[in-house]
């Protein structure tokens, strides 16, 4: 077992009861957006392998890898039509042995995104599933009568927009339960012979080498025996985006259930010998069932998805972030951004204070416990993609030109060549504005003063400073949008409100970090922290005792 990261945290050194990737910095790869290496528009595994050096130096120590199976790629991979194998649009599996061998020697690790909610209605199983009834593939899926009425079964209803059951194309008159599009039927949990399919692909992968799952849509694995309706909390109203229509349920019964997280204590038997990482994807949106996942023998950790989503509004952004912090005991992954929501930057005010902003609250989510997460292309301060050519995603081509996700998928902006150097093809799968060689990585690399420089310093934090996620959690003062917390010798300070905030450590102190150039001032020893800004101090006393035991500080906004 490898225990050491690529800084060189000794993870083997960790308080007993820590497993390895507590304290790691993860980054989001969205593969069709990263870096196409053969000239077809689509980004693939090696263009990954061809970066990783790049990653490396950023400090990265945990590269999760969205879906690159084999799929008609109709919600861009997350359709899956065999799990055990590479699109021909990624790869090889040479490929991807070839990456992992990559990352392993530069003491980086690897995450697949696995998806078993359900697969694409192009896998045999589904295939064989409506083309015999009797097959015994018809109960991997969730086929149902239809109701009274001839309609869909119950009222449950599709993230991507419509009911959540499609009529049987082959003509038996039942409908088949999808919580997304009509093309990715969901798979039936309750079924033994689905667990044991998917023992089989994780352990596939595991011996592979991968170092851990990201679970998509883990919360939804289980369904209500009955399939009763989910009561509806709101009206729903013509034109409505399908997400808010899909937020008028309670979704008592369709997500959510008990049996889940059962789900995934067989999971944990398959992959605890390859000490092998389970990060739920659950859309939970409160505390008491994100828990639920991740506080017993089942999930290592969940992605705290709601700050991937808030809009700049300090005094929530920090109670989420302190509630989760709090209920999750380290079991939890943290990102500002991910490929599914607005940009972190354009979200929180766009340009030089949507970056700003970003840098704030990601240094903050670098002092918390658990796993923190950049997504491509948040260490270059990028804004959402702006789209020149056709919407590429079904929630907005399925729905009426909605607004949709792709303004998060944009292909990373390499350089100042033709498509930002992404691909050598004349255009990128999606195609979107060109960006400006200040928002490039050939600029920013090795430049003071660039927004990567910043994030590799930031990130760095965790290699040079383990204290900053792994000493107790003090909260020394707590305001509704500013936060000083005590780590051991380390002193975190992040003011997100809009005024400065003064704090005056008693004795002497280094300022290890600064979310932006200057956030930090004042003299002798009384700090202004200048607005919407995180800063890291340290200091030890003489004896080596942190200053959290012995401070008398005094401190405000002005
Ligand atoms: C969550 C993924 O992040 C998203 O991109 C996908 O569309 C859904 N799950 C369905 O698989």
Not at 131 to 149: C, I
Not at 350 to 357: I, M, P, S
Request: proline residues 6%; aromatic residues 10%; charged residues 25%.
């Amino acid at each position: 077992m490898r225990v050491t990261g690529a800084g060189g945290v000794d993870r083997s050194a960790l308080p007993a009861g820590r497993a390895w990737w507590r304290g790691a910095t993860g980054y989001e790869i969205y593969i069709r957006s990263f870096l196409d290496s053969d000239g077809d528009g689509v980004g693939d595994l090696a263009g990954i392998t061809a970066k990783l050096d790049v990653l490396d130096r950023l400090g990265v120590d945990v590269l999760w890898i969205t879906p690159f199976y084999p799929s008609p790629g109709k919600d861009q991979g997350y359709d899956v039509a065999d799990y055990i194998g590479i699109d021909p649009a990624f790869g090889t599996l040479d490929d991807f042995d070839q990456l992992v061998q990559a990352a392993t020697d530069r003491g980086m690790r690897i995450f697949v995104d696995i998806v078993p909610n359900h697969s694409s209605d192009q896998h045999p199983w589904f295939q064989q599933a409506i083309a015999d009834v009797d097959s015994p593939y018809r109960d991997y899926y969730l086929f149902r009568p239809a109701a009274a009425n001839g309609g869909p079964p119950n009222n449950w209803v599709s993230h991507f927009g419509g009911p959540a059951w499609t009529l049987d194309p082959a003509g038996s008159g039942e409908y088949y339960c999808h919580l997304f599009l009509s093309e990715q039927p969901d798979l039936n949990w309750a079924n033994p012979a689905v667990m044991e399919e998917f023992r089989e692909i994780l352990t596939f992968w595991c011996e592979r080498g991968v170092d851990g799952f990201r679970i998509d849509v883990a919360h939804g694995l289980t369904k209500d025996p009955e399939f009763r309706n989910n009561p509806q909390v709101r009206e729903i109203t013509l034109g409505m985006h399908p997400k808010d229509v899909f937020a008028s349920f309670d979704h008592v019964h369709d997500l959510h259930r008990p049996e889940t997280t059962k789900i995934f204590e067989t999971w944990r038997t398959v992959v605890e010998p390859y000490d092998a990482v389970l990060l739920g994807e659950m859309d939970v949106r409160n505390i008491e069932r994100f828990t639920e996942y991740v506080g017993g023998r089942g999930l290592d950790a969940g992605f705290v998805l709601k700050l991937a989503s808030s809009r700049w509004e300090p005094a929530t952004i920090l109670s989420d972030l302190l509630t989760y912090e709090r209920a999750a005991l380290g079991g939890a992954a943290w990102a500002v951004s991910n490929h599914d929501q607005p940009r972190a930057v354009s979200r929180y005010g766009d340009g030089q204070v949507g970056v700003r902003r970003a840098a704030a609250v990601t240094t903050l989510m670098l002092a918390l416990d658990g796993i923190t997460f950049l997504y491509q292309g948040d260490e270059l301060g990028l804004p959402d993609a702006v789209l020149t050519g056709v919407a590429m995603d079904p929630v907005s081509t399925r729905n009426g030109g909605v607004a949709g996700r792709d303004c998060a998928r944009g292909p990373v902006p390499w350089d100042s060549t033709a498509v930002n150097g992404f691909t050598t093809a004349p255009v990128a799968w999606l195609e979107t504005a060109p960006l400006p060689a200040s928002l490039t990585a050939a600029a920013q690399i090795g430049e003071a003063g660039s927004t990567w420089e910043r994030y590799r310093a930031m990130l760095d934090l965790r290699r040079r400073l383990p204290d900053l996620w792994s000493e107790p959690f003090e909260i020394f003062d707590r305001q509704a949008t500013s936060l000083v917390i005590f780590r051991g010798p380390l002193t975190v300070i992040a003011n997100l409100d809009d005024k400065a905030f003064e704090f005056v450590p008693e004795g002497e102190f280094h300022v290890e970090f600064e979310s932006y150039a200057g956030a930090v001032g004042g003299d002798g020893g009384h700090l202004r922290i200048e607005p919407e800004a995180t800063i890291v101090l340290s200091r030890r006393e003489p004896d080596g005792r942190a200053i959290a035991e012995s401070a008398e500080v005094t401190h405000g906004h002005r």
